[in-house]
C-alpha cells in the first residue's frame, strides 16, 4: 500500500510539472525590448482568448503608434474578437526612467505599468469590474514579432488568458 502511495505521490507531481505551461522558449535573448519604439507605426497582432468555460475566439487588432515629441508613445487600437463589433482602445505610455513606464489605456480604471527587462515588457493594470491584468511581451529574434501572453484576473483567480503574435508592419 505504501508503495502505491509513493508512486501516486510521484505521479501526481509529475503531472502537476506537465500541466505548468512554460514559456521559456518564447524569450529571444535578443535585444532590448523598447515598446515605444516597437509599437511606434503600425502593427498587426493576430491571437486566440480563450475565456473559461468558453470556447476560444480569434483576436484581430490593428494598431497605429506615434511618437510624440516628449517620448510619450500614443497608441491607437482597432480590435475585433469573434463576432463582436470593433471596437478602438488607446495607450498613452511615456518612459519614467531606467527601464520603466507609465501611461493610460482607455480599457483601464487607473494607470498602467510596464518594465522591460532585456527582450520581455511586463504590463499591469487594473480593468473595470474588478479585473487584475497582467501582459508579459516577448520581442523575437529580429526585433519585428513579439508574443503576447496576457492573463485576467478576478480576486487573484484566473479568468481569461489571451496568446497573441503581433508584428510591426
Not at 63 to 76: K, M, N, R, S, Y
Not at 80 to 90: D, L
Request: hydrophobic share 40%.
Amino acid at each position: 500500500m505504501r508503495a502505491y502511495a509513493g508512486l501516486l505521490l510521484t505521479l501526481l507531481t509529475l503531472s502537476a510539472c506537465a500541466a505548468t505551461p512554460s514559456y521559456r522558449h518564447e524569450v529571444a535573448r535578443g535585444p532590448f525590448f523598447s515598446p515605444i519604439a516597437f509599437f511606434g507605426g503600425d502593427t498587426v497582432g493576430e491571437g486566440s482568448l480563450k475565456i473559461d468555460l468558453m470556447h476560444a475566439r480569434p483576436v484581430h487588432v490593428v494598431g497605429h503608434g506615434q511618437i510624440e515629441a516628449d517620448g510619450t508613445l500614443t497608441l491607437v487600437q482597432h480590435v475585433r474578437e469573434g463576432a463582436k463589433p470593433e471596437r478602438v482602445r488607446t495607450w498613452h505610455i511615456r518612459p519614467i526612467g531606467g527601464d520603466r513606464y507609465t501611461g493610460t489605456l482607455s480599457d483601464a480604471t487607473g494607470p498602467v505599468s510596464m518594465e522591460a527587462r532585456g527582450d520581455i515588457v511586463r504590463i499591469h493594470y487594473s480593468a473595470k469590474g474588478g479585473f487584475a491584468v497582467a501582459q508579459s511581451l516577448f520581442l523575437q529574434p529580429g526585433g519585428r514579432v513579439a508574443i503576447n501572453h496576457l492573463v485576467v484576473r478576478k480576486v487573484g483567480v484566473r479568468i481569461a488568458a489571451l496568446r497573441e503574435t503581433i508584428t510591426r508592419q
